[in-house]
């Protein structure tokens, strides 16, 4: 049952509550968008771009998606799925030999050296793009975080293919646990598709749904727009300005986290989902690839707590506690209703600089809030995320 979005009613409040966060210094600045399958119901754009520089953010303002861009990596393995290019349950080393290296960390020995073995089973895609093949983060895994700092390798992120050189920390399939699957994912469809994985994006995804301003390399136009990114000091709560960006000259392109992106270009693509895989006069994915990717794809397991131990970059990391919450294809799904409204059997997930998104096919919503504030769960930019999403609700008929 779809539900109409009184913008009447939407507009003042979600303007307010905005407006409040960016004058309360809570965030630096902020844009959000909402949307039904027909067209942007709301847009709206609050503070600066840069803490202190007084450029104002635009609804056209550039962020930094981070793992935002996973949902788009996996419509495009979606996509060599249906093509035939890709499986989603043989051994994904067949088109990407480099997986059957893959080692299995079972512990460390007395010098501190990690203690590896070959996983008893090999990797599939369903389980990369489910996050349930075993790789997980650093940012939220202990083994992961040192095994990094043990071997001096790396993040995936920045773009180096030794990066991607780690062992799982758990058996493929065993349970749910967030990580760099998404990276693999990615180099699956550069080597399915013959291009490099920004190359098979742009071409059948973004350039078809007139996203003109995303892309893993900021472009001219894009960087006269672009916001920084922030980071909030633990014990004064200020925000400041880093220095931080995505390599723009890579090895390979992240697909666990590297794009950039605008709100209303990231709509472009939600609305997509919303429209059964049709937008802007392309039909990107059959209907039913959509519905395979709204539903559970990794049976019993669950989603869980995700422990920091980078807080820096993430505090402790859940979304609506209590909730039973599952995986798609590559999103996030809350199995029951949210507390802010949100449909059971919703789509959603994140970005690191506390950049979200929701898709809601029951009552034909979408939404997408961006920040680009660290760590990642900041209390303060959730809870304009979450104030924001229940503004929508509160305005739905």
């Given at each position: 049952?779809?539900?109409?979005?009184?913008?009447?009613?939407?507009?003042?409040?979600?303007?307010?509550?905005?407006?409040?966060?960016v004058d309360a210094g809570h965030v630096p600045g902020v844009v959000a968008a909402a949307s039904s399958a027909e067209g942007t119901l709301y847009e709206a754009a609050f503070g600066e771009r840069a803490l202190g520089a007084g450029v104002p953010m635009t609804p056209d303002t550039v962020f930094w998606l981070a793992s935002m861009t996973k949902p788009i990596v996996g419509a495009a393995a979606m996509q060599l799925v249906e093509q035939g290019k890709l499986t989603l349950d043989e051994t994904a080393a067949k088109i990407l030999p480099e997986l059957a290296e893959?080692?299995?960390?079972?512990?460390?020995?007395?010098?501190?050296?990690?203690?590896?073995?070959a996983p008893k089973s090999q990797i599939t895609l369903r389980q990369l793009l489910t996050h349930t093949a075993g790789f997980t983060s650093d940012i939220w895994n202990a083994d992961s975080a040192r095994y990094l700092k043990t071997m001096n390798l790396p993040r995936a992120g920045s773009g180096k293919k030794i990066a991607l050189s780690v062992p799982l920390t758990f058996e493929p399939g065993e349970r749910w646990e967030y990580g760099i699957n998404i990276d693999w994912a990615g180099q699956l469809v550069a080597a399915a598709s013959g291009m490099r994985l920004g190359e098979y994006i742009q071409k059948n995804i973004t350039e078809p749904l007139g996203m003109q301003s995303t892309g893993f390399k900021i472009s001219p136009s894009m960087r006269t727009r672009l916001a920084t990114v922030h980071q909030r000091d633990p014990a004064t709560g200020l925000l400041s300005t880093t220095p931080f960006e995505v390599p723009q000259e890579t090895e390979f392109d992240p697909g666990g986290g590297g794009l950039y992106s605008t709100a209303g270009d990231y709509l472009r693509f939600t609305r997509m989902i919303l429209n059964h895989g049709r937008g802007n006069g392309h039909q990107l994915l059959k209907p039913e690839t959509i519905a395979l990717m709204s539903k559970n794809a990794m049976g019993p397991l669950r989603v869980n707590l995700l422990r920091?131990?980078?807080?820096?970059?993430?505090?402790?990391?859940e979304f609506f506690t209590g909730v039973?919450?599952?995986?798609?294809?590559?999103?996030?799904?809350?199995?029951?209703?949210?507390?802010?409204?949100?449909?059971?059997?919703?789509?959603?997930?994140?970005g690191l600089p506390n950049a979200f998104f929701w898709i809601d096919p029951k009552k034909d919503l979408t939404g997408v809030i961006l920040m680009q504030v660290l760590p990642f769960v900041?209390?303060?930019?959730?809870?304009?995320?979450?104030?924001?999403?229940?503004?929508?609700?509160?305005?739905?008929?």
């Open positions: 049952m779809t539900s109409s979005l009184d913008t009447s009613r939407l507009k003042p409040a979600a303007d307010a509550l905005l407006q409040q966060a893959v080692k299995l960390l079972t512990g460390w020995d007395t010098n501190g050296q990690p203690l590896l073995r920091t131990q980078n807080k820096a970059a993430s505090l402790d990391a039973e919450k599952s995986w798609g294809l590559t999103f996030m799904i809350n199995e029951q209703v949210a507390p802010t409204g949100r449909s059971a059997g919703s789509l959603a997930w994140a900041d209390p303060h930019a959730l809870d304009l995320f979450t104030n924001y999403e229940k503004a929508i609700y509160a305005a739905c008929t």
